[in-house]
């Protein structure tokens, strides 16, 4: 009755997370088919730390995470949207595990901690990543080969290589992407040069490795997430963010819109309209940006 019950749940948790990325059904599972899911995901559930700055707690075990993005229909990030896509993709009958990386983009100075996550998925004899919690940008899952090369349709290149041996510092593995800065969160220096967004390696992850993580992200003083207000989603061609007060909005072939938000209700207008997140006046408020706002 156990093994049946945990059975029934593990369907109707797939019918929700489908229902919330907008997919009918679920894809085959192939590599197509995980390009479908990170799509939908990356397009439909936000990138966002807005709990996090409102002082709130982050967990990134499977039940809480399915809770705040799936049904309270809430973002987050990679932590999170990572171990949901990995815990869906598996559902759905794909070979999932999930990896740690280090964050690369705006080249740090100092070696980074091992604060983002990613998936590793499995067909037959062939590795390839995907991604649905990288708030830099997007990247389309591709094949773990090095000079792997894939295009988004944001007219970006990404390609991976392979750096060094597995447990090197800072990893086996580096993506890098080259393209418009438009549709990035802001960190990408150029339109031209091959930049770095993170590296990994293959290592096997235990959820105490990813609590670590979220942690740090979530508390730790140099993390961006406690630093600043971030919102972003990924468009079918392009990127719209806002950080702290800050709106972009870039689509190919148009001009881009930039803009500072100057109060409160426009701030949660913009959640809303943007990003899909439908926050009260008092949640608002808690928040450090708004907290001293009369709007």
Same mark, same amino acid.
């Given at each position: 009755?156990?093994?049946?019950?945990?059975?029934?749940?593990?369907?109707?948790?797939?019918?929700?997370?489908?229902?919330?990325?907008?997919?009918?059904?679920?894809?085959?599972?192939?590599?197509?088919?995980?390009?479908?899911?990170?799509?939908?995901?990356?397009?439909?559930?936000?990138?966002?730390?807005?709990?996090?700055?409102?002082?709130?707690?982050?967990?990134?075990?499977?039940?809480?995470?399915?809770?705040?993005?799936?049904?309270?229909?809430?973002?987050?990030?990679?932590?999170?949207?990572?171990?949901?896509?990995?815990?869906?993709?598996?559902?759905?009958?794909?070979?999932?595990?999930?990896?740690?990386?280090?964050?690369?983009?705006?080249?740090?100075?100092?070696?980074?901690?091992?604060?983002?996550?990613?998936? *590793?998925? =499995?067909?037959? !004899? %062939?590795?390839? &990543?995907?991604? /649905?919690?990288?708030?830099?940008?997007?990247? @389309?899952?591709? $094949?773990?080969?090095?000079?792997?090369?894939?295009?988004?349709?944001?007219?970006?290149?990404?390609? *991976?290589? =392979?750096?060094? !041996? %597995?447990?090197? &510092?800072?990893? /086996?593995?580096?993506?890098?992407?080259?393209? @418009?800065?438009? $549709?990035?969160?802001?960190?990408?220096?150029?339109?031209?040069?091959?930049?770095?967004?993170?590296?990994?390696?293959?290592?096997?992850?235990?959820?105490?490795?990813?609590?670590?993580?979220?942690?740090?992200?979530?508390?730790?003083?140099?993390?961006?997430?406690?630093?600043?207000?971030?919102?972003?989603?990924?468009?079918?061609?392009?990127?719209?963010?806002?950080?702290?007060?800050?709106?972009?909005?870039?689509?190919?072939?148009?001009?881009?819109?930039?803009?500072?938000?100057?109060?409160?209700?426009?701030?949660?207008?913009?959640?809303?309209?943007?990003?899909?997140?439908?926050?009260?006046?008092?949640?608002?408020?808690?928040?450090?940006?708004?907290?001293?706002?009369?709007?």
């Amino acid at each position: 009755m156990e093994r049946t019950g945990h059975a029934m749940k593990l369907v109707m948790d797939t019918a929700a997370y489908l229902a919330r990325i907008g997919l009918a059904q679920a894809p085959a599972a192939d590599p197509a088919g995980l390009a479908a899911v990170q799509a939908a995901h990356r397009q439909t559930i936000p990138f966002e730390n807005l709990a996090v700055m409102a002082g709130g707690t982050i967990a990134c075990d499977s039940g809480p995470v399915f809770a705040k993005l799936v049904t309270a229909r809430r973002g987050g990030f990679c932590f999170e949207h990572n171990r949901l896509m990995a815990d869906m993709l598996g559902a759905m009958g794909f070979d999932a595990a999930l990896l740690l990386a280090r964050v690369l983009l705006g080249s740090p100075a100092e070696t980074t901690p091992r604060t983002h996550c990613l998936v *590793l998925v =499995r067909f037959d !004899e %062939e590795a390839w &990543i995907a991604d /649905a919690g990288f708030g830099g940008g997007y990247a @389309p899952p591709m $094949p773990l080969e090095d000079g792997a090369m894939v295009g988004s349709m944001d007219g970006a290149q990404h390609r *991976l290589r =392979r750096i060094g !041996e %597995e447990g090197s &510092i800072p990893g /086996a593995w580096l993506l890098e992407r080259k393209g @418009p800065q438009g $549709p990035t969160d802001g960190r990408s220096a150029s339109d031209t040069l091959w930049e770095p967004q993170f590296a990994f390696d293959l290592a096997e992850v235990a959820q105490a490795d990813m609590a670590m993580g979220c942690h740090w992200a979530a508390t730790h003083e140099s993390s961006r997430f406690t630093s600043l207000h971030v919102a972003s989603m990924c468009l079918p061609d392009g990127f719209v963010s806002l950080v702290d007060r800050e709106l972009s909005l870039w689509r190919a072939g148009t001009e881009p819109e930039k803009r500072t938000v100057p109060d409160a209700a426009e701030y949660r207008r913009l959640l809303d309209h943007h990003f899909g997140l439908e926050l009260s006046a008092e949640e608002i408020a808690r928040l450090p940006l708004w907290r001293q706002s009369p709007s």
